[in-house]
């Protein structure tokens, strides 16, 4: 993963709420064949690769650090965009109980797939919780993808935080049903 510095703050956007700026209390954290979780993240909440968490968890190499730190809530994962999560369901299904949020990487503002694994949680999971927008986040997605069901942004470090917290009030209507809701039955005349 190219990692592209985020603001320190979030956009949250919870279902039924407006949007607000919120202080970005996770960690992100790219393995990249790591077997151990780094001792800087000990006391913090970590935002951590699926496949290493698939790689500890899925066999028996159970960390019982790590274990008690995600029952504690302080483990949560992210997705990259070539993640073929209906592959892992039963694995995604298991820590539903242990993850607080989830996150969809995006390694180019250009590369949509990320756009499908919110919807897939959403839809097909019954994901109720988080789910992040993480990477080369731009204003310009912050639509769409509230609508397939992201509910925070971790928008690139360049991205100015006052416009995209308006981006939401830009359109009343809408002509897609959306994971926010049905979409707008126009009135006839």
């Known amino acids: 993963m190219t990692t592209i510095r985020p603001h320190s703050q979030i956009l949250h956007f919870p279902r039924g709420q ?45 960390d019982s650090k790590v274990l008690a730190k995600a029952k504690a809530g302080q483990i949560a994962v992210w997705f990259t965009a070539d993640e073929d999560i209906l592959k892992h369901a039963d694995l995604i299904t298991q820590g539903k109980q242990y993850w607080p949020l989830v996150a969809a990487h995006f390694p180019l503002f250009r590369d949509g797939r990320s756009f499908s694994t919110a919807a897939l949680l959403r839809d097909r999971f019954g994901w109720e919780k988080e789910i992040r927008m993480i990477g080369d986040v731009l204003i310009d997605q912050l639509l769409q993808g509230a609508r397939v069901g992201f509910d925070s942004f971790a928008l690139r470090h360049d991205q100015d935080l006052n416009i995209a917290l308006k981006q939401f009030d830009l359109f009343t209507v809408t002509t897609q049903n959306s994971w926010r809701g049905k979409r707008t039955l126009l009135a006839a005349s």
């Open 18 to 62: 407006k949007p607000t700026l919120i202080s970005d209390e996770w960690h992100l954290w790219d393995a990249q064949d790591k077997d151990l979780l780094p001792q800087e993240h000990a006391n913090a909440k970590v935002l951590l690769p699926f496949t290493w968490w698939r790689s500890h968890f899925h066999s028996n190499r159970q």
